[in-house]
């Protein structure tokens, strides 16, 4: 299982771009990049996917450099709605999505 | 499109009694996953079924919990006897597994209290 790093938290300003970044460095062949979002008393929320180059979707964009050790999730003009913990996870997303493992996340903190 | 169930939201219990969850996936969601979320952490893994079958089951305390996923659709998790360090919140997610890169959907959780 590919494991995977993250800052333990960022803070950021309504209005800003804010960029989480992951470390994986023993991402396989077949592993995906997932993202999840998790608010207080909630279970995750998927944000975004993929698996190389870079991906967008309403709500975010995916950066995956060529060599797919990293990745980079990155929420355009925040707000204070955006205060959550943010996991990245890579395994396999299919059958075996659940072998993907969450680590601690990284605790996003927007200001006023 | 309703999203996956649990039951109850919040159980509070003491050391050596049992404790059931219950969750009902998304409609057609062949795999349903039980996590273990501590404070603090992220969500562990507990076990993972494919229909009614268990697919990983490697970090599950077999020892004092239990799961099963009869007719493929809802599951159960089941805890006895619980001790302090079980409590947590318990989530349940579900997916569908048509073999294309997915995601999963994640029920509210039970949060557990054991005294």
């Known amino acids: 299982l590919a494991k995977t790093t993250q800052p333990i938290s960022m803070d950021s300003y309504e209005g800003q771009e804010v960029n989480i970044t992951c470390s994986h460095n023993?991402?396989?062949?077949?592993?995906?990049i997932t993202w999840y979002q998790q608010f207080p008393s909630q279970g995750p929320r998927f944000i975004i996917q993929?698996?190389?180059t870079k991906v967008t979707n309403e709500v975010a964009s995916l950066f995956i450099p060529a060599d797919r050790k990293s990745s980079t999730l990155s929420l355009p003009r925040v707000s204070l709605s955006d205060t959550a913990v943010y996991y990245c996870?890579?395994?396999?997303?299919?059958?075996?999505?659940?072998?993907?493992?969450f680590g601690d996340g990284t605790t996003l903190t927007v200001k006023p | 499109e309703a999203g996956v169930a649990q039951s109850p939201r919040y159980k509070i219990i003491e050391k050596r009694q049992s404790v059931a969850f219950w969750c009902n996936p998304i409609?057609?969601?062949?795999?349903l996953y039980w996590y273990q979320q501590i404070l603090g952490q992220g969500p562990k893994l507990l076990i993972q079924?494919?229909?009614?079958?268990?697919?990983?089951d490697s970090q599950l305390p077999k020892d004092r919990f239990s799961a099963e996923r009869l007719k493929g659709v809802d599951s159960t998790l089941k805890i006895q006897p619980a001790k302090l360090e079980d409590s947590a919140v318990y989530l349940c997610?579900?997916?569908?597994?048509?073999?294309?890169?997915?995601?999963?959907?994640f029920g509210p959780g039970t949060r557990l209290l054991v005294l």
């Open positions: 079924f494919q229909n009614n079958g268990v697919v990983d």
């Open positions: 409609s057609g969601h062949a795999t």
């Open positions: 996870l890579v395994g396999e997303g299919n059958t075996n999505a659940g072998k993907s493992t």
């Open positions: 997610a579900s997916s569908w597994t048509g073999g294309q890169p997915e995601s999963q959907y």
């Open positions: 023993n991402i396989a062949t077949n592993d995906y």
């Open positions: 993929g698996y190389k």
